[in-house]
């Protein structure tokens, strides 16, 4: 089972930031957050990961709680090409298989 | 650099038939794993590959089978075709000296059984 919680759909308008949540409440020391996202008739993509410390690369943020029992990917200036299914999973990096929910809908409207 | 290539893109089989489908990894990958993804959900994980050997398995009936050569490329095998088994077959490579780097997908394989 997915060890993380998203809400099933968001909205965002096209150019705001996008804010999308994930809890992890059970996630354990050696667990990072990873990001994918699913666009229509696609493969997964990979976004980002993280382990403690917030992290940015070209395509979003990663805010990871102190805690770490929750998370929040941003997306700075959502275009319409970001609507898509947003997948957070926790994994230990050496344990291959990734495992995912339902994710997050996002819908980027113009 | 070519991605993950997949094949066959879409395919139609009855019900009891067998179906292979293949899958080249991403240069550079020498891991292959293969995900079901039914309508609606997230893929689920069914196996993967590395040296040439299952390395770790999902929660599939052993009617799914899979192979891998040494050239890394793999294929994913389903015997006695259920209704349930129409879904978008995913394959992912993946670095085994760089696993903390995400998987590469391909764009799939939609099976659909009648």
């Known amino acids: 089972d997915a060890k993380t919680t998203q809400p099933p759909s968001m909205d965002c308008a096209e150019g705001r930031a996008a804010n999308l949540p994930c809890n992890h409440s ?10 994918y ?12 990961h993280g382990l ?10 990663l805010i990871i709680t102190e805690d770490r029992k929750s998370s929040t990917l941003i997306l700075p200036h959502a275009t ?27 819908t980027v409207n113009p | 650099d070519a991605g993950v290539t997949q094949s066959p893109t879409h395919l139609i089989k009855t019900r009891g038939q ?16 293969w995900y079901q993804q039914a309508l609606g959900q997230g893929p689920q994980f069914i196996f ?14 052993d009617r799914f089978s899979g192979h891998q050569f040494p050239n890394y490329s793999s294929e994913l095998n389903v015997n006695a ?12 490579s993946s670095s085994d000296r760089g696993s903390e780097d995400g998987y590469t997908f391909g764009s799939g394989t939609r099976l659909t059984v009648v």
Not at chain 1, 84 to 95: H, N, P, Q, T
Not at chain 1, 99 to 106: A, E, I, P, R, Y
Not at chain 2, 81 to 92: I, P, R, V
């Open chain 2, 18 to 33: 067998q179906v292979t489908l293949r899958c080249s990894p991403k240069s550079g990958h020498d891991t292959v794993s």
């Open chain 1, 52 to 61: 403690k410390n917030n992290e940015t690369n070209e395509m979003a943020s």
């Open chain 2, 48 to 61: 993967q590959y590395y040296e040439e050997e299952e390395r770790q398995r999902g929660n599939f009936p």
């Open chain 1, 80 to 106: 319409l090409r970001d609507t898509a299914v947003y997948y957070c999973i926790v994994r230990v990096v050496l344990i291959e298989k990734l495992v995912f929910g339902k994710g997050t809908k996002l």
């Open chain 1, 26 to 35: 059970t996630i354990s020391g050696n667990e990072y957050v990873y990001w």
């Open chain 2, 81 to 92: 075709l259920l209704l349930g088994d129409s879904a978008l077959y995913l394959c992912a």
């Open chain 1, 37 to 48: 996202r699913q666009i229509h008739s696609q493969g997964p993509q990979y976004i980002i």
